[in-house]
């Protein structure tokens, strides 16, 4: 009855709905790193739409022509969980993003977490990535967005992570056998890194090593005229400096009290109680988590 309700919804009010106005924001982070409290503070801010992980790889749907939930058309690139171009001059890629950015893609995948009440008369998209930053180059290139790179550090995403659920049993168990994959689109690019695996000593180590590499190259292609980076640490202890960059970015006034308001609570994709109330508990966390041995080497 659920998944009823969202396809009448979806294929009602937001499938064929024709958009007056948009202008795109994207939202460059990692898992258990914020990106989903940020993106429905600034939704909420600036009343928008929201993308939610377009560059997931999605399972095939079944009859994906007419399937609402189908993904078909990016699956198809077959990018893997972290997605990188290669060459700018992909044709395929670059039909498909121009497409995608101009928002005429549209699954329930990608907008489930949308107000289809507003998804019409809304001015802005929030773009939400956990898995985009070897992206980030080529969109940035390519379309000139508005971006905002939110940072976290290594061992809090790690400690999170590994204390979040079953979600990360993986990690833990195949730290060993891990590795950076290159698909048909991104040619030989992850073969930089591997002299770097021995670094990789337990699932805690892992993620920090995700975190790092995805990090360092987004802001090693930092496009300093329309991105901004925000830290996780900045929104939770000092909220004004990092509300003064986002309004920057977003070209328009933003209600600070609201801001205070959003980041105060619990986002939709955090088990309860996952968060700590205390401010300098919750970022301090990772220190109860982290041991001698995720931080050696032979």
């Known amino acids: 009855m659920i998944k009823?309700?969202?396809?009448?919804?979806?294929?009602?009010?937001?499938?064929?709905?024709?958009?007056?106005?948009?202008k795109n924001i994207l939202i460059y982070g990692i898992s258990r790193g914020g990106t989903t409290l940020l993106a429905e503070t600034l939704v909420k801010l600036l009343n928008a739409r929201l993308v939610w992980e377009p560059l997931f790889p999605h399972n095939k749907s079944n009859f994906s022509a007419i399937n609402p939930y189908s993904v078909e058309q990016y699956s198809k690139f077959q990018l893997g969980w972290h997605p990188h171009i290669a060459s700018e001059n992909d044709k395929a890629v670059n039909s498909y993003f121009d497409e995608f950015f101009s928002l005429k893609i549209r699954n329930i995948r990608f907008y489930?977490?949308?107000?289809p009440k507003t998804f019409k008369s809304s001015n802005y998209t929030i773009h939400k990535f956990c898995?985009?930053?070897f992206m980030y180059s080529y969109f940035q290139k390519r379309y000139n967005f508005k971006s905002i790179i939110l940072l976290r550090h290594p061992f809090a995403i790690a400690a999170s992570s590994?204390?979040?659920g079953d979600n990360y049993n993986w990690h833990k168990e195949n730290f060993d056998s891990w590795s950076y994959t290159d698909s048909k689109k991104s040619g030989d690019f992850f073969k930089g890194y591997l002299d770097k695996y021995d670094l990789i000593v337990s699932g805690f180590s892992l993620l920090v090593f995700q975190a790092v590499t995805q990090f360092i190259y987004a802001l090693s292609h930092i496009d300093k005229d329309n991105s901004i980076i925000v830290y996780y640490e900045d929104l939770v202890q000092f909220p004004e400096e990092a509300f003064k960059a986002i309004q920057k970015i977003s070209d328009q006034p933003l209600d600070y009290n609201l801001f205070l308001r959003m980041l105060s609570r619990q986002s939709f994709s955090s088990q309860k109680n996952h968060t700590k109330k205390n401010t300098m508990e919750q970022l301090s966390k990772w220190k109860t988590v982290a041991s001698d041995k995720d931080f050696t080497t032979d």
């Open 131 to 133: 898995f985009g930053n």
């Open 162 to 164: 590994l204390g979040f």
């Open 4 to 22: 009823i309700k969202e396809v009448f919804s979806f294929l009602t009010r937001i499938r064929f709905v024709k958009i007056k106005s948009n």
């Open 112 to 115: 489930r977490f949308t107000n």
